[in-house]
């Protein structure tokens, strides 16, 4: 099936379908047809049947009338009557021999041999004295002959029934097989097609992440599978690309870290007035040279750590980690940092088990508690809690702090990005902090926000179930 195409099996699979219940449709109808036909001819036979039984009994009366006056009056025209009557009977004895029926024919044998004697009997000169009691067995076949035919038209009937329900049978089982055949056609239809589409799913998500280690390969039909291959060409561009942006920025990196440790050495020099004495406003001009020349230093080495954090955001080492313990150890590290401004950091975090990286996740905590700490108020309080929640663990870092104003909650993760909002106390970030938590929150497939709240700055991590 690999040169199938999707239209292609998606047609195949709806034939085959059609085909299944198709045929077990024109098989139902030929079996009813045929049931048709057999119950007209059953009808048509038991009518026949009972005409002709009907009919004998009419004859016979018919018979014994004219026997009887003809024993009385003697009259050669009477017994011309008997002869037509007995010769009609007769008749009607071919009718009824011609049904499938032993016990009918054993009958109208008997009958026979019993209306030969009884002409035999007649034309005796003079005729027999007990031809009465022939007469009267006679009568008695006739009753057994017409209940003989009610008993075949009745077995007809239940053999016609009998019939039909073994059909019915037959074409439930069919009818269920056909359907049976038809949902497990549909299933591997299905699954051959949704298989290629949630590999091109999974793909395109990978891509999305910024993941393109792993080739591209997709199995199924042969259009996905072409599409397969255009997809992995582009992971393979885009690597070629992000390969060459990493590199370009370490060598630009390099390249102005020089210049810049030339630049800081020689304002030191003029601050310590190597050179020779400095005015009051050369001073302050060198001050701010300096103070300009370390910000840019930050901002570069801040855009490294950056760089080093999306590519370390590629390779995860997931394991069982306890959040309570991981949270509690985020806490001790940033346990001194708290008492320098009387900050304290409250732990709460339910019992269990979560699948991540706990080096990762230890990055994104000690992120979030020195923004935290940095924002609180002297004597204030940070809270970092851990709880369940449908579909995961949910991570929330809590302080008391002035917020993020809400013209920057769109943009709080953005590499650079300071909110408008100061800090009580100096801080010489650069503003990647949140940009290295959203990356390393996407590598484990979290999801990192800003929530609402009326009083400080709430980051809520969502970790969902590994599946």
């Known amino acids: ?51 002709a039984v009907q009919a004998l009994g009419e004859r016979s009366v018919d018979i014994e009338r004219s026997a009887r006056q003809y024993l009385v009056l003697g009259d050669a025209l009477l017994r011309e009557r008997f002869d037509a009557h007995l010769a009609g009977a007769l008749e009607q004895l071919l009718r009824i021999e011609a049904m499938p029926a032993e016990t009918l024919v054993v009958l109208s044998g008997r009958w026979r041999e019993q209306a030969g004697l009884l002409r035999d009997g007649i034309e005796q000169t003079p005729p027999r004295n007990n031809l009465a009691e022939q007469l009267d067995r006679l009568a008695a076949l006739n009753d057994e002959i017409q209940v003989a035919a009610k008993r075949w038209i009745d077995g007809g009937n239940v053999r016609l029934l009998d019939q039909l329900e073994r059909r019915r049978v037959e074409l439930g089982s069919r009818l269920a097989l056909a359907l049976l055949g038809a949902v497990l056609v549909a299933l591997a239809m299905g699954w051959w097609l949704v298989r290629a589409v949630r590999q091109l799913e999974k793909a395109i998500g990978r891509l999305g992440e910024g993941r393109f280690d792993a080739s591209i390969e997709v199995s199924g039909p042969a259009d996905l599978r072409r599409l397969g291959r255009h997809l992995d060409g582009l992971r393979n561009h885009l690597a070629g690309l992000e390969a060459d942006r990493e590199r370009t920025l370490r060598h630009v990196s390099h390249e102005l870290k020089t210049p810049l440790t030339a630049l800081k050495e020689g304002i030191a020099l003029l601050a310590e007035e190597v050179p020779g004495p400095l005015s009051d406003g050369q001073r302050e001009v060198t001050r701010i040279l300096g103070h300009k ?175």
């Open 1 to 51: 099936m690999r040169w199938l195409s999707f239209r292609q099996g998606l047609l195949a699979g709806f034939m085959i379908v059609v085909l299944l219940l198709g045929g077990v449709g024109i098989h139902g109808w030929l079996l009813l047809e045929g049931m048709v036909a057999q119950s007209r001819e059953s009808n048509a036979q038991a009518l026949q049947l009972s005409t």
């Open 293 to 467: 020349v370390d910000s840019l230093q930050c901002q570069i080495e801040s855009l490294l750590r950056l760089n080093a954090a999306v590519f370390e955001a590629r390779r995860l080492n997931l394991l069982q980690v306890d959040l309570r313990q991981a949270l509690s150890e985020a806490a001790q590290r940033h346990e001194l940092r708290g008492q320098a401004r009387q900050v304290r950091i409250e732990v709460e975090a339910g019992e269990g088990r979560a699948r991540l990286d706990p080096g990762k996740l230890a990055v994104i905590l000690d992120n979030l508690l020195a923004n935290a700490i940095d924002f609180s108020p002297q004597g204030g309080l940070v809270r970092l809690t851990a709880q369940r929640f449908k579909g995961g663990w949910r991570i929330v870092c809590r302080d008391q702090g002035p917020g993020v104003a809400p013209e920057d909650a769109q943009r709080i993760f953005e590499p650079f990005v300071q909110g408008r909002r100061a800090a009580p106390v100096a801080r010489a970030g650069s503003g990647v902090g949140l940009s290295i938590v959203r990356e390393l929150a996407q590598a484990m497939r979290a999801r990192i926000k800003l929530a609402d709240s009326d009083v400080g700055a709430v980051f809520q991590l969502d970790l969902p179930d590994e599946k």
